[in-house]
């Protein structure tokens, strides 16, 4: 026998409030709010997500008319895209996700894509073009949010949603699940209702649709003024007022439960409550059966109140049969209210570690650009974000940011907590200021590509004496590659990489650029020099021409030319010796390089 039991639950115990809060409904795709038919509050999407674009469905829609149905929110980029919405940790909810394709494309083509939550693979989306398909999880979340994401899975069939609801549960409620798993719905009917019903009936706005009534079955309404709803599910009173019944006391009901043709784990809660008050010679007692064996003790529906059945601990697939078989000495058929089919999802993700999330959220919060990825970084694989890569741990890390051109300005965020980096790629962007020292306390980082920002100041010994790290740093002009020297890089520079031993920073352009100007600085001195030693010498000769004494003439310009040329032969030694000097160190720092090269190879 299956772990199943039934569950009376009496006036005198304690139950929390029925009352749900009701969290949040996004009309994806519109802007503004407004409340509804059912009095329920709705918000457009416009300030919550700022990825994907809004469309409407083609008028004529069966929904066309539904204000939440009519516009949806496609996206055509990235791995997932997800809506991000506040939760309280611990707390058990119940989140709907609805998708109207509703031919907006005008391609009569309806999409199939993935849905997840929270880091959880939720369903595979098959939309129709014959309208609403909505997927429903309870659960119990694990962190300080909920996120719903859809994920391109096939080429030109882009994923879309048209709502997301939210909704609080009580933590008493679905309880025979353990808090590691979600409930995915199946269907959740209510039998012998005319319509649908839920919220305000019902206050956790659970959808309870009516059932399609076969033969041999007929459908009944209570008579009783009043119904105790109160068991551990709390259905609401408006699904208890009515009833399915078999024709006659021997015959049986077949409960149909949409499970899919493969075994899966499952959930089901049943609810029964007695129509009319029973005279003294009339008995309605049946058993549940799975695959005709008896599955539970023997049910007697109370009148006024509600006994509740729920099965859980099997697996279950469209060949495994469900039903109400009537006991030999029942007068009356077998009766069922209601029932809420559920399979049962694997173990929920913890999610990426939190060191890195936290690392992450410093960027988000820093840089306006990041802040339009939502839902769990790494999972589910292989939808991480982006600008990462992810260990395959069962909680993942975050082994890699690519961040190359993402037009990020300022001071870098402190994401030290990312410890399991290997490679970090900010280059092309305009970070500025220090380069963090913690980077080099990063134990497994191998690639560190800093370059074309504006990082100033040297850069950290802890990495440029690394000789397990491939440091690029070229293109900051304010960066002072060495301590030594504090020489400034330019983008011409050649790429410094530490202790790779392939790429040299080159002191060449500093010689040159010492040297060129001292040769401009000789030469122009060389000329000055002549243009006055040929001045004085035609001043000399013209005072020869017109009778003056020319001997007082020739001294001074004698003296001229040893004063010039004792300048430029000073002047020339002093560049000479310069050069010679730069051109030795440079020399000899190259051999040292080479040598220090030759060691680490």
């Not at 005319?194 to 919220?199: E, K, L, Q």
């Not at 007929?218 to 009043?226: E, G, I, P, R, Y």
Request: proline fraction near 5%; charged fraction near 15%.
């Amino acid at each position: 026998m299956a772990n199943s039991s039934l569950v009376l639950i009496i006036l005198t115990l304690f139950i929390l409030s029925a009352s749900a809060q009701v969290l949040v409904s996004i009309d994806c795709g519109a802007s503004g709010s407004y409340t509804d038919e059912n009095s329920i509050a709705w918000i457009g999407d416009d300030d919550l997500i700022q990825n994907g674009e809004s469309k409407v469905v083609q008028s004529g829609n069966a929904l066309s008319d539904d204000h939440v149905m009519s516009t949806l929110r496609v996206f055509s980029t990235r791995k997932k895209n997800c809506y991000t919405i506040l939760a309280s940790k611990g707390g058990q909810v119940l989140v709907r996700a609805s998708f109207n394709y509703g031919n907006y494309d005008k391609k009569s083509s309806p999409p199939s894509f993935d849905l997840h939550f929270d880091g959880n693979l939720w369903a595979t989306v098959k939309t129709s073009s014959e309208g609403l398909v909505y997927y429903e999880a309870i659960y119990v979340v694990k962190g300080d949010s909920i996120s719903v994401c859809v994920a391109q899975t096939n080429p030109n069939q882009l994923p879309f949603l048209s709502a997301i609801e939210v909704r609080s549960l009580g933590s008493h409620m679905y309880s025979h699940v353990d808090a590691a798993y979600a409930l995915f719905l199946r269907s959740r009917t209510a039998y012998g209702a005319n319509g649908t019903i839920r919220y305000s009936d019902d206050a956790y706005d659970r959808i309870w649709n009516p059932a399609v009534i076969g033969s041999g079955l007929n459908m009944v309404t209570s008579d009783a003024l009043f119904i105790d709803v109160n068991v551990e599910d709390e259905p609401p009173q408006a699904v208890m007022q009515n009833a399915i019944t078999a024709s006659t006391a021997s015959q049986s009901i077949a409960l149909g439960t949409n499970f899919p043709t493969e075994k899966v784990p499952i959930y089901i809660t049943m609810y029964f409550s007695e129509v009319t008050e029973l005279g003294s010679t009339q008995k309605r007692a049946f058993q549940f059966r799975i695959n005709n064996k008896p599955d539970s003790d023997t049910i007697v529906p109370p009148y006024g109140k509600v006994t509740e059945l729920y099965v859980s601990n099997m697996t279950a697939s469209s060949n495994t049969s469900f039903s109400l078989v009537p006991t030999a000495d029942s007068t009356l058929p077998p009766l069922i209210n209601a029932m809420e089919v559920f399979t049962v999802s694997d173990q929920l993700a913890d999610g990426t570690d939190s060191k890195d999330v936290e690392g992450l959220a410093a960027f988000q919060n820093q840089f306006d650009t990041l802040q339009d990825w939502g839902g769990d970084p790494c999972l589910p694989s292989p939808y991480s974000w982006d600008w990462i890569n992810c260990s395959a741990d069962a909680t993942p890390r975050v082994t890699a940011l690519y961040l190359s051109s993402f037009d990020l300005s300022g001071p870098t965020p402190d994401f030290s907590s990312m410890d399991a980096l290997e490679i970090i790629d900010l280059h092309n962007n305009s970070f500025n200021g220090a380069i963090p020292d913690f980077l080099g306390n990063l134990p497994s980082l191998k690639e560190l590509n800093l370059a074309d920002n504006k990082f100033s100041g040297p850069v950290p010994s802890s990495l440029s004496k690394n000789n397990k790290l491939k440091l690029v740093v070229s293109g900051n002009p304010d960066l002072c590659v060495t301590g030594k020297s504090c020489t400034q890089t330019t983008a011409g520079d050649s790429t410094p990489v530490a202790g790779g031993g392939k790429k040299k920073s080159s002191k060449l352009p500093v010689i040159l650029g010492t040297s060129i100007p001292g040769f401009f600085v000789f030469w122009g001195i060389v000329g000055l020099v002549a243009v006055l030693h040929h001045r004085r010498k035609s001043a000399a000769i013209a005072a020869h021409g017109s009778g003056g004494t020319p001997h007082g003439g020739a001294t001074n310009t004698n003296m001229a030319d040893k004063i010039g040329q004792a300048v430029m032969n000073e002047i020339k030694v002093n560049i000479q010796e310069q050069v010679t000097s730069e051109i030795s160190d440079y020399v000899h720092q190259t051999v040292q390089n080479d040598q220090q090269d030759g060691r680490n190879a």
